[in-house]
């Protein structure tokens, strides 16, 4: 049986934000990030340079993970929180991000040097969100419609439109739930 995140993983520039939304699998309530030696094992595994955190810097961490979780959720046609809005905007506003050009002409942009702790962390995943939203693939990581859910996938449906993780498990829970509603009111069948 398909399980949440079995799907392929989001392209390299996303990666690191589906990354951080799903280490917490809400249905479980399994947490990969309860401590600021979790978050730093997590940056060391996905290649970031060496940061240090702090209780401060894990629970921004951790409000960032949420904030962009919503912000994947309005990618599903729902409206992204004014809160979620808020905390994203204080988290990349101390974040900032540079535009360096290589030798031979390339740009890209990138955290801004001497950054340290959620602020770097923070400016290497906006350094991401701006490179997919350059190549239009931001719209397409999504988090799950199911509100006990929530697991942020990447969409590679032709059209764009999916809206649960899996569709054998949260998609068919959704349609039961629909089919249940309707067949159980008052003058139905």
């Known amino acids: 049986m398909e399980q949440p995140g079995e799907r392929a993983p989001a392209p390299g520039s996303l990666l690191l934000v589906q990354d951080l ?4 699998d809400l249905e479980s309530a399994e947490d990969q990030l309860r401590t600021p030696a979790d ?5 060391r595994r996905h290649a970031l340079p060496p940061l240090t955190f702090d209780a401060d810097d894990l629970a921004a961490a951790l409000l960032l993970r949420e904030a962009l979780r919503d912000a994947c959720q309005a990618h599903t046609g729902t409206r992204l929180p004014d809160a979620a809005a808020s ?11 540079m535009l360096a050009i290589d030798a031979e002409g390339g740009a890209a942009v990138r955290p801004t040097d001497g ?3 959620t602020a770097a962390l ?4 906006a350094a991401g969100i701006a490179a997919a939203v350059t190549d239009n693939t931001w719209p397409r990581l999504k988090a799950c419609a199911a509100h006990d859910c929530r697991w942020v996938y990447y969409d590679r449906s032709p059209a764009g439109r999916s809206r649960w ?23 139905s069948g």
Not at 21 to 24: E, G, L, M, R
Not at 122 to 125: C, L, N, R, S, W
Not at 165 to 172: A, D, F, H, Q, Y
């Open 21 to 24: 939304a799903n280490t917490v």
């Open 39 to 43: 978050l730093d094992a997590w940056v």
């Open 87 to 97: 905390k994203l905007e204080q988290l990349l506003g101390a974040a900032p991000l």
């Open 115 to 117: 950054l340290t702790g």
């Open 122 to 125: 923070t400016a290497h995943i």
């Open 165 to 187: 993780c899996t569709m054998s498990i949260c998609g068919s829970r959704a349609k039961m739930r629909a089919y249940r509603s309707r067949t159980s009111q008052p003058g």
